[in-house]
C-alpha cells in the first residue's frame, strides 16, 4: 500500500461555526449529523477532528471570519463597528488556543512548528490562522498584535470592507487599505487575494511585496462571477509564486449549480480537476494548485462533489488526479505540497 496523500486544506471556518453555529470541531462528522436537523444548521455537517484524521487531512488554514450585520446569513453575531468586529474576532482567536490544548490539535506559527506537524509521529492536524475579512484590524498598525497573536495570513476582502472592494461589491482599496498593504508588508504577512474586487487585487499586489495566495477560489472561466479569477488573475499568482486553493462548493465549479437544480450527482472530482487543469495549463505547471474546500463555509455536504460525504473523502481526491492522468508527484503537490511550499518560505523561523 502506498503512503496516503499528506493533505493541506487551506479554508475552513472552525471558528465561526463553532462559536456562532454551536459546531464543536473536536467532534466526528457522524456526531455532529446526529445532533443536528436533518439538514444541518448551515447545510450538513462535513468537518470534525477524527475525520480530518481519517483522511490525513494534516493541516487546515483556520479561518476568523466575522460577520457583517449586513450579511444575509442567519448568523446570530454580526458587527457594526470595527471594534465590535475585533471583539468577535478575538473570541476566534481565543477559541483556536483552547482548541490547540486539544492533543490531536497544534498552532502553526512558524517553520519549526510546521516541521513537528509533518513530522509528528501521531498524526495531528496543524492549524494555521488565516483572517478572512480584516475588519477586525481597528487600524492598520494593530497588524502586530494580530501576528503575535498568531494570524499568519489576512484576507482584506470579503464582501466590502473597510479596508476593500470586495464580492459583490468592486472597487479599489480604501486609503486604510492602502496602509494595511505596507504594514502586512513589513509584517511579512501572507496576503490572501480571495474575495478581494478585481481593482483591489491589483493595486494590492502593487504595494504588498511579500507571499500572495488565493486560499479558495476557482477559475472565472467556467463560473463568471467576480467571486472567480480571471486568466490575468491567475497569471499574476503564478508569477508570484502563489498558490490557488481549489473551493470544493458546487456552486463555484459549475456555472448556476444551484439555479439549475442544485443536484449534488451534477458535480463531482474531475469538475474539479477541470478547474485545476486550466490553472496548470496556464501556469505551465502543476506547483500552483492546492486544496482551500471552504468546507461547511456557508453550505453543507450537499453542495460538494458527489464522492465527498465527509472532509476525509479529500483522500480520494488524489486517486480522482492519477486517473486524470497527473504524476504522482504532482498529486502529492496538489493536495499539500504546494500549499507546504508557500508556508515554508512564508512563515517565521
Ligand atoms: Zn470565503
Known amino acids: 500500500m502506498t503512503a496516503p496523500y499528506f493533505i493541506v486544506d487551506a479554508h475552513e471556518d472552525l ?19 446526529a445532533q443536528e436537523p436533518p439538514k444541518g444548521v448551515d447545510g450538513i455537517a462535513t468537518v470534525g477532528l477524527p475525520d480530518f484524521l481519517a483522511g490525513n487531512v494534516r493541516i487546515v488554514f483556520a479561518t476568523i471570519y466575522v460577520s457583517p450585520h449586513t450579511n444575509p446569513n442567519p448568523a446570530n453575531k454580526t458587527y ?21 490544548s486539544d492533543p490531536r490539535v497544534s498552532l502553526i506559527t512558524n517553520r519549526a512548528d510546521l516541521k513537528r506537524v509533518i ?27 494580530w501576528r503575535e497573536g498568531g494570524v499568519r ?27 494595511l498593504m505596507r504594514e502586512m508588508s513589513r509584517a511579512k504577512m501572507i496576503l490572501d487575494i480571495s474575495h478581494m474586487a478585481e ?21 472565472r472561466k467556467f463560473v463568471p ?38 443536484d449534488k450527482q451534477a458535480v463531482s472530482f474531475a469538475t474539479v480537476i477541470e478547474h485545476m487543469k486550466y490553472i496548470c495549463d496556464l501556469a505551465g505547471n502543476t506547483r500552483h494548485c492546492g486544496i482551500g474546500t471552504d468546507f461547511d463555509g456557508g453550505f453543507g455536504m450537499e453542495a460538494t462533489p458527489r464522492e465527498i460525504d465527509t472532509v476525509s473523502d479529500l483522500q480520494k481526491f488524489g486517486g480522482a488526479l492519477a486517473d486524470a492522468g497527473f504524476a504522482d508527484a504532482d498529486i502529492r503537490g496538489i493536495m499539500g505540497g504546494n500549499w507546504l511550499r508557500v508556508l515554508d518560505r512564508a512563515l517565521p523561523t
Request: neutral net charge.
Open 15 to 33: 471558528a465561526f461555526n463553532a462559536l456562532v453555529l454551536g459546531r464543536d470541531p473536536r467532534r466526528a462528522v457522524v456526531e455532529t449529523r
Open 80 to 100: 457594526q463597528t470595527a471594534e465590535q468586529a475585533q471583539t468577535l474576532a478575538q473570541e476566534q482567536l481565543a477559541f483556536y488556543a483552547l482548541l490547540a
Open 119 to 145: 513530522e509528528s509521529p501521531k498524526p495531528q492536524v496543524g492549524l494555521v490562522i488565516l483572517m478572512e475579512g480584516a475588519d477586525p484590524i481597528v487600524k492598520p498598525q494593530d497588524i502586530d498584535k
Open 153 to 179: 495570513l489576512v484576507g482584506p476582502a470579503w464582501s466590502q470592507t473597510r479596508y476593500s472592494g470586495g464580492t459583490g461589491k468592486p472597487g479599489p482599496l480604501t486609503n486604510l487599505g492602502k496602509q
Open 199 to 219: 481593482e483591489s487585487f491589483w493595486q494590492a499586489l502593487e504595494l504588498f511585496d511579500g507571499t500572495v495566495v488565493a486560499s479558495h477560489s476557482n477559475v
Open 225 to 262: 462571477t467576480d467571486r472567480q479569477l480571471s486568466d490575468e488573475m491567475i497569471r499574476a499568482l503564478v508569477k508570484r509564486d502563489g498558490v490557488i486553493g481549489a473551493v470544493f462548493y458546487n456552486q463555484f465549479l459549475r456555472h448556476q449549480w444551484r439555479q439549475n437544480g442544485a
